[in-house]
């Protein structure tokens, strides 16, 4: 069974940093495009970035390029985001997802982890 | 950047009613169309991708449709448990971009 598993989420003032980490299990985790979504309160899922499998690849978009970092960790079946220059409309649900394998969609999500930025 | 949009933004049907929600992208996707599935306190899940394959587990009512800049999603006969809100995303190119959201309510 696929599980995706985020921690690091937390409170953070306005211009702090955080760091999401994903646990991924149930699969062969060095094969599959990883992605981070967030649900910010009472608005709809917005993608944030993705990793390829080798990490050669990586796209962000415009609302967070510049501030946050995606990552993996394929010896530890990880996947990363570093938060830097926290704003308040960065409070939400982090989604950790897999990418399916062939089309470009999201097949498996974690259950989410909140972060709220505020002072 | 592609942006997708959605119609309507919320509705509310009998069950057993059919109901339909439509996307469309700002330019042509051809048919790398994905549609999700967001019940309340739950993580969200994949109902169909390439506009019209349903994933595994997914009820044969959920139909989707179109290419290029217009794609619908038909739910055949509306079910209490599909209270959920819908959304599209495209996925032929980064950002992989999706529509805000159709929230769908039993009457």
């Known amino acids: 069974e696929v599980q995706l598993v985020e921690s690091g989420g937390g409170l953070v003032q306005p211009g702090g940093s955080l760091r999401l980490s994903c646990a991924a299990s149930?699969?062969?985790?060095?094969?599959?495009?990883m992605n981070w979504v967030r649900q910010a309160p009472g608005k709809g899922l917005e993608w944030l970035s993705d990793?390829?499998?080798?990490?050669?690849?990586?796209n962000y978009a415009e609302s967070v390029k510049g501030r946050f970092t995606i990552s993996r960790d394929n010896a530890k079946n990880s996947l990363f985001l570093q938060m830097n220059s926290l704003r308040v409309d960065d409070t939400a649900v982090y989604y950790c997802?897999?990418?399916?394998?062939?089309?470009?969609?999201?097949?498996?999500w974690g259950q989410g982890i909140l972060v709220t930025v505020s002072s | 950047d592609i942006q997708m949009t959605q119609s309507p933004s919320s509705l509310s049907a009998s069950v057993g009613d059919r109901v339909t929600i439509t996307c469309r992208a700002s330019?042509?996707?051809?048919?790398?169309l994905a549609w999700y599935q967001h019940k309340p306190g739950k993580s969200p899940t994949l109902l169909m991708y390439?506009?019209?394959i349903l994933q595994p587990g997914v009820p044969s009512r959920f139909r989707g449709s179109g290419s290029g800049r217009d794609f619908t999603l038909t739910i055949v006969s509306l079910q209490p448990e599909d209270v959920a809100t819908y959304y599209c995303?495209?996925?032929?190119?980064?950002?992989?971009?999706f529509g805000p959201g159709t929230k769908v309510a039993i009457k």
């Open positions: 990793i390829s499998f080798s990490s050669r690849t990586v």
């Open positions: 995303q495209k996925y032929n190119s980064a950002p992989w971009a």
């Open positions: 330019q042509g996707i051809s048919n790398y």
């Open positions: 390439a506009t019209s």
């Open positions: 149930g699969f062969t985790f060095n094969n599959y495009t």
């Open positions: 997802v897999r990418k399916k394998f062939g089309p470009d969609c999201l097949d498996s």
